[in-house]
């Protein structure tokens, strides 16, 4: 089977930096999907790693172990609006390109 | 470019009732999945398919039916609401060539569905 672990809640101060964390142990591999999801909306794309390193994109930067099977997110200047959920997602190798999503971790933006 | 479109949005159904969810995308992907989502969880995979007439059982197939006949739609049929099929349905599409590189899938916003 598939298992993704993310922290259920986490909570930080307007301006700061957090890092979600992500552990997974999948049967197969290829590529590791951030999305962020506000509520009652669909999941919107953030980032993607399939190698190993830091993949930046203005306040959010993205990491990849894939030998540790771990991966973070860093969220810098945090924003009010940056309150959402956190869904790290592993796109399975092997025919179809399926993708298995975390529970998601919620982060609550606090003045 | 509408993307991926769901309908209805909302909607209550009684149990044992049956209805038809459905996504449409204009994008001429091959790639089509249905998920669940139940309230603070992630998603699960329903039903997926990769192209006309070739559908698969995900991760929690049980108490749904999906047909694809053209490459545009991919209905999600549930026979016999039961409450434990209240939930969030998304649909999402990938053209076969991104459904291998960095691009995610195409989200449709979404079908709230509660069973009373």
């Known amino acids: 089977g598939q298992n993704i672990d993310q922290p259920t809640e986490m909570t930080a101060t307007e301006g700061a930096i957090v890092q979600i964390n992500c552990t997974y142990q999948t049967s197969g591999f290829n590529g590791l999907f951030w999305y962020q999801q506000h509520a009652g909306e669909a999941p919107t794309f953030l980032s993607y790693?399939?190698?190993?390193g830091l993949e930046e994109k203005g306040r959010f930067s993205s990491f990849l172990s894939r030998s540790k099977g771990y991966s973070y997110l860093l969220l810098k200047e945090l924003q009010m609006k940056d309150s959402a959920s956190y869904l790290c997602?592993?796109?399975?190798?092997?025919?179809?390109?399926?993708?298995?999503f975390g529970t998601g971790t919620k982060l609550q933006v606090i003045p | 470019n509408a993307g991926v479109t769901q309908t209805p949005k909302f909607r209550i159904l009684k149990i044992g009732q049956s209805m038809t969810l459905q996504c449409t995308q204009d994008m001429n992907h091959n790639y089509m999945y249905w998920y669940r989502q139940d309230p603070g969880m992630g998603l699960k995979l329903i039903y997926y398919?990769?192209?006309?007439?070739?559908?698969d059982k995900g991760e929690v197939p049980n108490g749904y039916n999906v047909s694809r006949s053209t490459t545009e739609d991919f209905p999600l049929r549930l026979e016999l609401a039961a409450p434990s099929q209240t939930s969030v349905y998304f649909c999402a599409s990938i053209s076969t060539g991104d459904a291998y590189s960095n691009q995610p899938q195409h989200f449709g916003d979404g079908t709230r569905l509660s069973i009373l």
């Open positions: 997602a592993v796109r399975l190798s092997g025919g179809y390109q399926k993708v298995t």
């Open positions: 790693n399939v190698l190993d």
């Open positions: 398919s990769v192209g006309a007439g070739i559908t």
